[in-house]
């Protein structure tokens, strides 16, 4: 997992178990305890991007899924 601004200090898929390069940025929030302004990222490689997006969707949690080469859109509350 990456995110808080944090710079990229692994370049994995966040899925458990896998070891496969991440190409894929997962950029989300909980809302229930977070503000809008705490993101996390996750990253995904190809087999897993689907896996990871459904189970936070599946969790209502604001999300945008973005190449991993592409700077992250705003989550959250439109103002």
């Known amino acids: ?43 995904a490689c190809d087999e897993h991007v689907d896996y990871l997006s459904e189970f936070l969707a599946a969790r209502d949690f604001p999300l945008v899924v973005s190449p991993l080469a592409a700077a992250p859109e705003p989550v959250g509350d439109a103002q």
């Open 1 to 43: 997992m990456i995110g808080l601004g944090a710079p990229l200090q692994s370049s994995t898929c966040s899925r458990a178990d896998c070891r496969d390069a991440g190409r894929w940025r997962l950029d989300w929030r909980n809302p229930r305890i977070h503000s809008s302004d705490r993101v996390k990222t996750w990253l």
